[in-house]
């Protein structure tokens, strides 16, 4: 009988005890086979060796880059810290006239002919910082890789000059810029500009310069925010996701078994890559 009792405890306890983990993975599992739409541009998202997920293509580009210098994959040039408002575009029109908010509501590109050669009269250091943050152009769930993010990725995707960032995950392409001073094009299939929404110095910010032998942050760490340059970008991390496990009276309680159900509830964001681990105790 003690047997029989014991048993029975131990059942009844499996149930209520009923743990759930979730467990999110380092890559999210939509990443790769997922697509985002914003502007109405669809983006594929590909992995890339420093385990981040990553947009296929420039933002405004039209394809996936099928050469290191396929001008369709070029896409669009931003003034660091504007949103999509019509300025990216390569033959959009130019002002003098700086804009004194976050949002000029124009679309032309914003010519700053003295320092600190910025767009904005006064400069603000909090656009583009995360996914939340303000005139950030990606789509959403997606922000501008930081300075140290674009290392890591040039590192780990072993990326040295056009040849070997085209073969990389991220096919990246030599896109140019914009000058800040007159708005002219500069560089268009020789080198790629591209921006990290990291500060850097007093008014500036550090570019991703990648040109036929060389791709780092360190050769334009400084570059004037008014110049136009390129965007590619990156996921935000999920945050962890927890679960509320509610159970339910136990029934058809035998000597070593008894029968009950619980409720799993989410709480979180996305679709990540998780398992469901069930445990018991005693």
């Known amino acids: 009988m003690k047997k029989i009792v014991k048993n029975l405890k131990k059942a009844i306890l499996a149930v209520i005890a009923l743990i759930c983990f979730i467990y999110v993975g380092k890559v999210q599992a939509a990443c790769g086979t997922d697509t985002v739409t914003k502007n109405s541009i669809t983006y594929g998202t590909v992995i890339g060796a420093d385990g981040k997920c990553w947009l296929d293509r420039n933002l405004g580009a039209t394809r996936v880059a099928t050469a290191y210098n396929d001008s369709q994959s070029y896409g669009w040039l931003f003034q660091w810290g504007r949103d999509v408002d019509g300025h990216q575009s390569r033959t959009s029109g130019t ?155 136990v029934s058809a309680i035998t000597a070593t078994t008894a029968i009950g159900n619980g409720n799993i509830v989410d709480i979180g964001s996305g679709n990540p890559e998780r398992q469901i681990e069930y445990g018991t105790v005693s």
């Open 95 to 249: 002002t003098t006239i700086l804009s004194s908010s976050d949002s000029p509501g124009h679309a032309n590109f914003i010519r700053a002919l003295n320092s600190p050669f910025n767009w904005r009269s006064p400069q603000n250091n909090s656009l583009w910082q995360g996914v939340d943050g303000i005139n950030n152009p990606c789509p959403s769930g997606f922000r501008l890789p930081t300075k140290l993010e674009w290392s890591a990725v040039a590192s780990a995707e072993g990326i040295s000059g056009t040849v070997t960032a085209f073969s990389s995950a991220l096919k990246l392409t030599v896109p140019g810029y914009r000058a800040s001073g007159n708005g002219s094009l500069y560089s268009q299939g020789a080198s790629g500009w591209y921006w990290a929404s990291t500060i850097s110095g007093i008014t500036g910010a550090p570019i991703f310069y990648l040109d036929t032998n060389s791709a780092n942050t360190t050769a334009y760490p400084d570059i004037n925010r008014a110049t136009g340059a390129s965007v590619r970008c990156v996921m935000d991390a999920l945050p962890e996701i927890t679960a509320i496990v509610n159970t339910n009276s």
